[in-house]
C-alpha cells in the first residue's frame, strides 16, 4: 500500500511540465549590507544572467549568476573615497573580482511554509560553495513572468573571507567588521 501511495504521490508531482523563465537583469537587482562596530555600507551587485525552473507552484531549479565587478557603494558620497572602497571591496581582502568576477546561486528545490517558499540551493563565491535556505515573499507568477523578493543574511566567513572579523582576528576595535551581511534579492524572470 506505501508503495502504491508513493507511486501515485510521485506520478502527481511530475505531471505538471516544468516551466523555465529568464532574469530580466535590468529589471532584477541585488542590494547588500554589511555591518561594522561604527556604521553600515549599503551597495548593489547586478545580475550577469539567470533562471528559474518552476513545476507547479515549486521551484524546481535554477541558476542566479552575480557579476561581482558591477559591485557599488551606494552610502558613500565622496567620489574618491567611494572609489578607493569599492576598490577595496574588489579585492583580494574581500570578494577577489579578478579571480573570482562572478558568484552563482544555484536552486535545489523548495517548498511551501507558512512564512512563504523556502528555497534551498547552493551559492558559490569565492570558489566556494557552501548550502543555503531562504524565503522568497511576495512571489507572483504568471504564464509570461515571475516576480519574487527575498533577504538572505550570509556568514561572510563560510566562504573564507576573513577580512576584519574578530573570530580570526584580534585587537581590530573600530576597525572590525560584522562576519554577517545581507542581501536584498529582487527578481523578475519572463519567459
Known amino acids: 500500500m506505501k508503495t ?9 508531482a511530475f505531471s505538471a511540465a516544468a516551466q523555465t523563465y529568464t532574469v530580466d537583469v535590468g529589471a532584477s537587482k541585488i542590494t547588500y549590507v554589511g555591518k561594522k562596530l561604527n556604521g553600515e555600507h549599503t ?10 525552473v518552476f513545476t507547479g507552484e515549486l521551484i524546481t531549479g535554477g541558476e542566479f549568476v552575480a557579476d561581482m565587478n558591477s559591485l557599488t ?18 579585492s583580494a581582502d574581500f570578494f577577489n573580482t579578478e579571480k573570482f568576477p562572478t558568484s552563482t546561486l544555484k536552486i535545489s528545490g523548495s517548498k511551501k511554509t507558512a512564512k512563504g517558499l523556502e ?11 557552501v548550502p543555503v535556505t531562504f524565503v522568497v515573499a511576495g512571489l507572483s507568477k504568471t504564464d509570461a513572468a515571475v516576480t519574487g ?4 543574511t550570509l556568514d561572510r566567513t ?16 573600530d ?10 534579492i529582487d527578481v523578475t524572470a519572463k519567459k
Not at 4 to 12: G, S, W
Open 149 to 152: 523578493k527575498t533577504n538572505m
Open 73 to 90: 557603494s551606494t552610502d558613500i558620497t565622496d567620489k574618491e573615497y567611494n572609489g578607493k572602497y569599492v576598490g577595496h571591496m574588489k
Open 175 to 184: 576597525k572590525a567588521i560584522n562576519d554577517e551581511f545581507t542581501l536584498a
Open 119 to 129: 528555497v534551498s540551493g547552493s551559492l558559490t563565491m569565492l570558489g566556494q560553495t
Open 4 to 12: 502504491l501511495i508513493a507511486a501515485l504521490f510521485a506520478v502527481t
Open 43 to 52: 551597495g548593489n551587485i547586478s545580475f550577469k544572467s539567470g533562471s528559474l
Open 158 to 173: 563560510k566562504w573564507g573571507l576573513k577580512y576584519g572579523s574578530t573570530n580570526f582576528f584580534k585587537g581590530l576595535g
